[in-house]
T-cell receptor
C-alpha cells in the first residue's frame, strides 16, 4: 500500500534562518506531488506541485522554493524565513490520469519566531 | 477559474443532531468533487468523493450528492457524534497545465459537537 511521510512534525525557527521540510512517498512510482500551506484559521493555499523529477510549478510567488531530487521525494526550502512563513505545511500526492483526490501527509507545524 | 464556496463556520451542534455543511462550486468542464476532514493537529483525510453528476458519495455516515444543476455538493449526516468535531473542506478537481490534476479547496468549516 502507498504511504506518505512528512517530517519534522513540528519546527520552531528564528527569523532569517533556513528551512528544509521533506516529504517522501512509498509504494508508488511517478506520483504527482504537492506542497500546501495552511495559515492559522485559514484555508489551504497551494504552493508548489511537481509532475516529475526536477519539474516544479510554483503557484504563489514567495521566498519559498521546492525541489524534487528523486521520484518520490519532495523538499520545501527557504534561505531566510519570515514571520509570515509560520503555518501548517502539508505534502500530498496523487496518481496518474484517473483522479481520485490527494493523499495527504500528517503535516509540519512551523513557527517562525 | 475554478472556485469552491463553503458555508462559513464555526458550526456548533449537540450530539445526535442533523448536520448540513453547504458547498457550491464554479468550474469549467466536469470536475470531481470531494469532502476532506481535518482532525486537530493532523493532515487532511479524504472523507468521500463523487466523480459525476448525481453520484452520491458516502462514508462513516456522511453523505453528499453531486448536483450539477445547482452546482452543489452539500455534506450531510443524520446524527453527529462528539468524535465528528473537526474542520471539513469541500474541494473540486480540475485539469491544469501539464498533467497534474489540482484540487481547489473551500475555506473549511469548523464543526464542534457538544455532548
Amino acid at each position: 500500500s502507498q504511504t506518505i511521510h512528512q517530517w519534522p512534525a513540528t519546527l520552531v525557527q528564528p527569523v532569517g534562518s533556513p528551512l528544509s521540510l521533506e516529504c517522501t512517498v512509498e509504494g508508488t512510482s511517478n506520483p504527482n506531488l504537492y506542497w500546501y500551506r495552511q495559515a492559522a484559521g485559514r484555508g489551504l493555499q497551494l504552493l508548489f506541485y511537481s509532475v516529475g523529477i526536477g519539474q516544479i510549478s510554483s503557484e504563489v510567488p514567495q521566498n519559498l522554493s521546492a525541489s524534487r531530487p528523486q521520484d518520490r521525494q519532495f523538499i520545501l526550502s527557504s534561505k531566510k524565513l519570515l514571520l509570515s512563513d509560520s503555518g501548517f505545511y502539508l505534502c500530498a500526492w496523487s496518481k496518474g490520469q484517473v483522479f481520485y483526490g490527494y493523499t495527504f501527509g500528517s503535516g509540519t507545524r512551523l513557527t517562525v519566531v | 477559474g475554478n472556485s469552491v464556496t463553503q458555508m462559513e463556520g464555526p458550526v456548533t451542534l449537540s450530539e445526535e443532531a442533523f448536520l448540513t455543511i453547504n458547498c457550491t462550486y464554479t468550474a469549467t468542464g466536469y470536475p470531481s468533487l470531494f469532502w476532506y476532514v481535518q482532525y486537530p493537529g493532523e493532515g487532511l483525510q479524504l472523507l468521500l468523493k463523487a466523480t459525476k453528476a448525481d453520484d452520491k458519495g458516502s462514508n462513516k455516515g456522511f453523505e453528499a450528492t453531486y448536483r450539477k444543476e445547482t452546482t452543489s455538493f452539500h455534506l450531510e449526516k443524520g446524527s453527529v457524534q462528539v468524535s465528528d468535531s473537526a474542520v471539513y473542506f469541500c474541494a473540486l478537481s480540475a485539469s491544469s497545465s501539464g498533467s497534474a490534476r489540482q484540487l481547489t479547496f473551500g475555506s473549511g468549516t469548523q464543526l464542534t459537537v457538544l455532548p
